[in-house]
T-cell receptor, first 111, second 118 residues
């Protein structure tokens, strides 16, 4: 699976959009971009995933560049409860394959 | 609906004792995964089940670790002769079997069991 690079930490003001970047310059054509988050003392939570097109759901939006070498997770109106570690994972959509979680980005939403 | 549940939520044991950790996946999910997370570290994959069989046991750190799954549902992770380095949060995840391209391999995690070996 392709390696990802994320900033170690970010701050965001409550109510503002949080934009979390992820670089995956070695991504292969059949690899998806997944985002999970882990709030303190909880298990990881699925947020969103995509292949080529931008995706949006009730939690977030995922913007993938045309060359697929980077992506951005957008939380449109961050709340204090969005404070968590956010993981960007690139892998094939292979049923039964484990996810490899790197260090992620620690997002702190500030009041 | 109900998510993945794990029990106990916390387990404190003495070095050398055996422990059993339980995972109840989301109903109907055929794939089940065990991970562990040491303090301040990322997730470490342990084992994957498809139904009751375990095609991938590559992550089990030693032969003291074993896992089983019965009825395609509940799974138990057993650690024999626990050591202090086994202290971690043990996480279970499950995923449904759907058509490729959908959320087929999205994994849904439980809250974890925090194991402390004294």
């Amino acid at each position: 699976d392709a390696k990802t690079t994320q900033p170690t930490s970010m701050d965001c003001a409550e109510g503002r959009a949080a934009n979390l970047p992820c670089n995956h310059s070695t991504i292969s054509g059949n690899e998806y971009v997944y985002w999970y988050r882990q709030i303190h003392s909880q298990g990881p939570q699925y947020i969103i995933h995509g292949l080529k097109n931008n995706e949006t759901n009730e939690m977030a939006s995922l913007i993938i560049t045309e060359d697929r070498k980077s992506s951005t997770l957008i939380l449109p109106h961050a709340t204090l409860r969005d404070t968590a570690v956010y993981y960007c994972i690139v892998r094939v959509a292979n049923y039964g394959q484990n996810f490899v979680f790197g260090p992620g980005t620690r997002l702190s939403v500030l009041p | 609906g109900a998510g993945v549940s794990q029990s106990p939520s916390n387990k404190v044991t003495e070095k050398g004792k055996d422990v059993e950790l339980r995972c109840d996946p989301i109903s109907g999910h055929t794939a089940l995964y065990w991970y562990r997370q040491s303090l301040g570290q990322g997730l470490e994959f342990l084992i994957y089940f498809q139904g009751n069989s375990a095609p991938d046991k590559s992550g089990l750190p030693s032969d003291r670790f074993s896992a089983e799954r019965t009825g395609g549902s509940v799974s138990t992770l057993t650690i024999q002769r626990t050591q202090q380095e086994d202290s971690a949060v043990y996480l279970c995840a499950s995923s449904p079997k759907e058509l490729a391209g959908g959320r087929a391999d999205t994994q849904y995690f439980g809250p974890g069991t925090r194991l402390t070996v004294l």
